[in-house]
């Protein structure tokens, strides 16, 4: 995919306001790719949450996705061509051309392990709704996989159709992701071990039962169910108290490690080098031939040798098992 194939991160990022009832909705724009969010996309949703974070015009924040899932996670197909183009981490972190900086080594430690560091930055769009400082709300439908699980991990209020799948395909194919810790303390150790180590998604009345989501609700009522939340979260106690509030549960969270744990699962991914694959083959590691085969083929190969109801597609889900 060239980068003019790629649309341009406010087309897939969209943000609106009501100034009167306070409510500020970020839309994920790009349901031909299952709303995966470009590196730029990443950046300007992390921009406008801080932004949002401030403004004194919002005191609720919605995210929704446009079509029929929320999102099955970033654009990896655009991240590993600049990775292998050497411009992954140039742009992930934001350095211009012609700053005087020096990118190091992708031979280096510091030249992998700095991008997946940076996913515990608010700024990377992985963490940033941990540090918001007003309410937000994730609509879930669909698929809820990677980035976007990652989004449920820090939302305050999660409101799901009830034919919405959770999980994240790295489970499968290298056995670890950025928010590790912060799903287990919001699904509960048990429940987030066997997603772990199945690599199997969750239904929406799974994660409720795990209390992890707030709502299920038919498709065709998720929309209204949503509003109704946001307008109840809009109309309650004065701004300064949900600053006040956020700060105490951010406090909690910093109690319980979620900072930290960010930090541990990203140097997690900084050890991906050492991984081997087992000695009959059967376990997909990010090897170099997973890479240059292209992440989403690998998940799709790994997918068809589960049980079809632990598949990660709907479509598998429909196929037998493979032998």
């Not at 709303?35 to 950046?43: D, L």
């Not at 974070?53 to 919605?62: E, F, G």
């Not at 820090?154 to 499968?172: E, K, Q, T």
Request: hydrophobic fraction near 40%.
């Amino acid at each position: 995919m060239s980068d003019g194939d790629i649309p341009a991160p406010e087309d897939i990022i969209r943000y609106d306001k009501d100034v009167e009832s306070r409510i500020a909705t970020i839309t994920i724009d790009r349901p031909d790719r299952l709303n995966s969010p470009t590196i730029g996309a990443r950046r300007r949703y992390a921009d406008l949450i801080y932004k949002a974070s401030i403004d004194d015009d919002v005191k609720v924040l919605v995210v929704r996705g446009v079509g029929d899932h929320l999102g099955s996670g970033a654009d990896l197909d655009e991240l590993m061509a600049k990775r292998k183009g050497g411009a992954a981490v140039q742009e992930e972190l934001g350095i211009d051309e012609d700053d005087d900086v020096t990118i190091p080594s992708g031979r280096s430690y510091r030249g992998s392990a700095s991008l997946v560091y940076w996913y515990a930055d608010p700024r990377a769009g992985c963490r940033t709704l941990a540090d918001f400082k007003k309410i937000s709300i994730l609509e879930v439908k669909g698929y809820c996989y990677g980035w976007h699980f990652y989004q449920a991990a820090d939302a305050d209020l999660v409101i799901s159709s009830d034919d919405a799948l959770f999980g994240h395909p790295a489970f499968r194919y290298v056995g670890y992701a950025p928010r590790m810790w912060q799903w287990a303390m919001t699904m509960g150790l048990r429940k987030f071990q066997e997603m772990v180590f199945t690599g199997r998604p969750f239904s929406a009345d799974e994660m409720y039962e795990c209390n992890f989501v707030n709502s299920v609700v038919p498709r065709d009522q998720l929309e209204a169910e949503v509003e109704k939340y946001a307008l109840a979260c809009a109309r309650t106690r004065p701004a300064d108290t949900v600053f006040m509030q956020k700060v105490f549960f951010g406090i909690m969270k910093q109690h319980q490690g979620e900072y930290m744990g960010s930090m541990l699962s990203a140097w997690l991914e900084s050890m991906g080098g050492l991984l081997r694959e087992d000695v009959d083959g059967r376990a997909a590691t990010l090897s170099n031939e997973t890479m240059d085969a292209g992440l989403n083929t690998a998940v799709k190969d790994n997918d068809s040798r589960f049980p079809p109801e632990w598949r990660l597609s709907r479509s598998g889900r429909n196929k037998p098992a493979a032998e």
